[in-house]
């Protein structure tokens, strides 16, 4: 089965930081990817979305993120944080393999802008 | 182009009661998701609905839940007798097309308290 782990459940960043935000996942195959951000009382916005190809991709307001099958890892990192980038950060798996359509989660990221 | 609806926003039942959660998809997408997120927790799969049809229910409890995505009109997560370990926000998202490659968009979510 697959799963996800995001080891940091909090992050604190200074405004204007670089920020780096880790997730490894467990899965047999080629994975798809994907980065979500939600905000307090607020459903989930896609940020990017790994498939195939090149391994970094890009995403909404500023962010990126790396996947790397030999360490089983799709960290996300965004050069210069901003206030408004305060929120819960999740990774997720979707499933390459045909019938089970649902994402994986992991846990979420709570990330803490310090002025 | 409205987005995902959900509703309502907020649900207070007492144990015993029903619950009966709504979802509209975005426009011109068929395939529901539902989610739900318990405290402190990221997101877990409950089921997959396509017009009329259950397609992955893997996720789902056993007892007291189902879920139903009619021809006609939203679909609807239904929880009988419900329990103070069912207090969670359930999220929807809804996709133009099968497979966990399609991005599924996200409603604002139903936060249920049971007291």
Redesign the interface.
């Known amino acids: 089965a697959q799963s996800v782990t995001q080891p940091d459940i909090h992050i604190t960043v200074s405004e204007g930081a670089s920020l780096e935000l880790r997730c490894n996942y467990s899965y047999g195959a080629t994975p798809y990817l994907f980065w979500y951000v939600q905000s307090p009382g607020q459903g989930l916005q896609l940020l990017l979305k790994y498939f195939s190809g090149d391994t970094l991709v890009q995403g909404i307001k500023g962010f990126e993120a790396e996947f790397k099958r030999s360490q089983s890892s799709f960290n996300l990192r965004k050069p210069s944080v901003h206030w408004s980038d305060a929120a819960e950060y999740f990774c997720a798996v979707g499933y390459s393999g045909g019938g089970a359509d649902g994402l994986t989660f992991g846990k979420g990221t709570h990330l803490i802008i310090q002025p | 182009n409205a987005g ?1 609806m959900q509703n309502p926003r907020h649900l207070v039942r007492r144990r015993g009661q029903e619950a009966r959660l709504r979802c509209s998809p975005m426009k011109g997408h068929s ?1 529901v ?1 539902w ?1 739900r997120q318990l405290p ?7 089921v ?1 609905l396509q017009k009329e049809n259950i ?2 229910e ?2 789902m409890p056993k007892e007291r839940f189902s879920a139903e995505f009619p021809k006609e009109g939203p679909s609807i997560l239904r929880i009988q007798q419900v329990v103070r370990g069912d207090s969670a926000a359930y ?1 929807c ?1 809804s996709s133009n097309a ?4 399609n ?7 139903t936060r249920l308290t049971v007291l």
């Open positions: 995902v395939h998701y989610y402190e927790e990221g997101l877990k799969f409950m997959y397609i992955d893997s996720g999220f998202a099968q497979g966990s490659y991005e599924q968009f996200f409603g604002p979510g």
